[in-house]
């Protein structure tokens, strides 16, 4: 601006001296400017110049200034040592370095930041851009962090505490769920806690390729587990996993884990769990929600409450029962075994050895094959069983259930002296363990003919013989034709002899042969 000046006067007609008076530089400076002017092509009667002839000529002027300590960094050198020993050994940050220098040195975080990148003590820093900003309830991302150890009071020992870091990218409020593994219940359960601490869902949620809601991770086509796909259809949310290795897909939690473990864990007591999940609620009210974000400069919770909790989706607030997939082979008894407990499958669907899908939830457990659903259970205890005797084949049904009726049934279909053979067979008190003779009863009928055996049950009966083996004997021995005590022998045909032996048995004498042929020859002689 001050060589645009020179040179509008000097256009003008004035002298170097009135410029230089106009202006307040030395005359010598406006001489040099001058002369450059002059060298440049520029004439007091000319054109006026362009941008390049003022870059050129505003050139003269720049000079580098002398390197000086800034005034505020120099008050850190003292604390150098310190400084070096919190950053190297404890890994703290410099927010928290910086709250521990106040009692002796208060310095700006941007003054603490120069200083120890001057002295090559911080990583440097790197080429980045800033996204677009999200629309109010549109996106929330969570990460897990280690928080620490904490004593479990049942057993006295240490347990290995994280933190479930949610934050919604808006409004840059936050939630924090303590938890011990990552398992799918538990991110559920702290979901679902975060849903209810904001008051509705976000529309989409950006996570970390943690094995329970990420079976296959993938940066174009990530394949979730059932669990978590169901869970976020259930809640209307769309998952989004960051990429491996990509901590920038989800730059608001990532570092934001540090902040919470130095100012809620750190220096903190808890009891148990339930404790550091109630303090960690206050907290994210009281500490996180109250600060003045270092980005938004604004107060997370007051943007919020005034102008992001009205576009999340809204919560019912009812507990989501958690469902646990899986995949089992059916065993040669119609069942499958899951979470150490028996369920019966349909034989005519399901034979022994095909491989089923299973989803078990709160009270139900329902089979798949390819899709379709088979079966449905009511959901049972380890050791438990729920097997439907429809699910077996019909000849071993009543095996199966210890169910005498329906022998006595099936044999009486067969005869009447059948069915009354096994109704004496299996009463009493336990019929039951005479089952195995009763399924023996009916598979004679299919070897040795209805008729038969009923006939020689008949027997059985009146000598009161109620054993299936010496039924089983008369049949293989044909006996059951045999007449009943005190009953006439059935009547007998005459005998015919056979002609076969019509001859008198001395004509097959040899001897009396020889002797007769001898009296022939003699008689033939004479």
């Given at each position: ?245 990509k901590p920038k897909d989800k730059p608001h939690t990532e570092r934001n884990v540090q902040y919470v473990r130095e100012r809620l864990w750190k220096g903190g007591t808890f009891t148990d769990l339930a404790d550091a999940r109630e303090q960690a609620k206050r907290w994210c009210v009281e500490v996180a929600g109250g600060r003045i974000h ?66 078990l939830d709160r009270d139900l457990i329902r089979l798949y094959r390819r899709g379709e659903l088979v079966k449905t259970h009511p959901r049972k205890p380890k050791g438990g069983r729920s097997t439907d005797p429809a699910d077996y084949p019909p000849e071993r049904t009543a095996y199966a259930l210890r169910s005498a009726d329906y022998v ?119």
């Open positions: 601006m001050q060589v645009a000046d020179i040179l509008r006067r000097w256009q003008a007609g004035d002298s170097a001296r009135t410029i230089a008076r106009g202006t307040g530089l030395a005359r010598d400076t406006v001489g040099k400017y001058l002369r450059e002017a002059r060298r440049l092509g520029l004439t007091a009667q000319g054109p006026p110049p362009t941008n390049e002839h003022l870059l050129a000529l505003g050139r003269l002027g720049q000079t580098a200034p002398p390197a000086r300590a800034a005034p505020q960094a120099a008050l850190l050198e003292p604390h150098r040592e310190r400084i070096v020993k919190w950053l190297q050994e404890e890994k703290l940050q410099l927010t928290r370095i910086g709250e521990l220098l106040e009692p002796d040195v208060a310095v700006t975080y941007t003054t603490l930041r120069r200083f120890v990148r001057s002295h090559g003590l911080g990583a440097p820093p790197r080429d980045t851009v800033r996204m677009a900003d999200t629309a109010p309830g549109e996106v929330a991302q969570f990460d897990f962090g280690r928080l620490g150890r904490l004593t479990n009071p049942a057993t006295g020992t240490y347990q290995l505490i994280w933190a479930m870091n949610i934050v919604l990218v808006f409004s840059r409020h936050q939630f924090v769920w303590p938890l011990i593994h990552q398992t799918l219940e538990e991110v559920i359960a702290g979901l679902e806690a975060a849903w209810a601490f904001f008051g509705g869902i976000p529309r989409r949620v950006i996570f970390d390729n943690f094995p329970a809601a990420v079976a296959g991770a993938d940066a174009l086509n990530p394949v979730f587990t059932r669990g978590f796909l169901e869970y976020s259809q259930a809640r209307r949310f769309i998952a989004d996993p960051a990429r491996v290795r270092g980005t938004t400069r604004k107060l997370p919770l007051i943007v919020f409450r005034d102008e992001e909790q009205a576009h999340l989706l809204p919560y019912d607030g009812v507990p989501y029962a958690v469902p646990l997939w899986g995949q089992v082979t059916v065993h040669p008894d119609h069942h499958i075994a899951f979470r150490y407990a028996l369920y019966s499958v349909p034989y005519d669907k399901c034979p022994p050895g095909v491989r089923l899908e299973v989803r006595v049934q099936q044999a009486a279909g067969h005869g009447p002296f059948i069915g009354l053979f096994a109704e004496r067979l299996l009463a009493g008190d336990f019929p039951w363990t005479k089952l195995r003779q009763g399924q023996k009863l009916l598979r004679l009928a299919e070897h040795y003919s209805a008729a038969r055996l009923d006939a020689a049950c008949e027997r059985a009966l009146v000598v009161d013989l109620i054993d299936v083996t010496r039924v089983e004997r008369m049949l293989k021995q044909a006996l059951e034709q045999e007449p009943l005590p005190g009953e006439p022998p059935p009547p007998r045909m005459a005998e015919t002899p056979s002609a076969r032996f019509a001859r008198e048995g001395k004509a097959f004498d040899h001897r009396f042969h020889q002797g007769h042929q001898e009296r022939q020859l003699t008689e033939a002689l004479l």
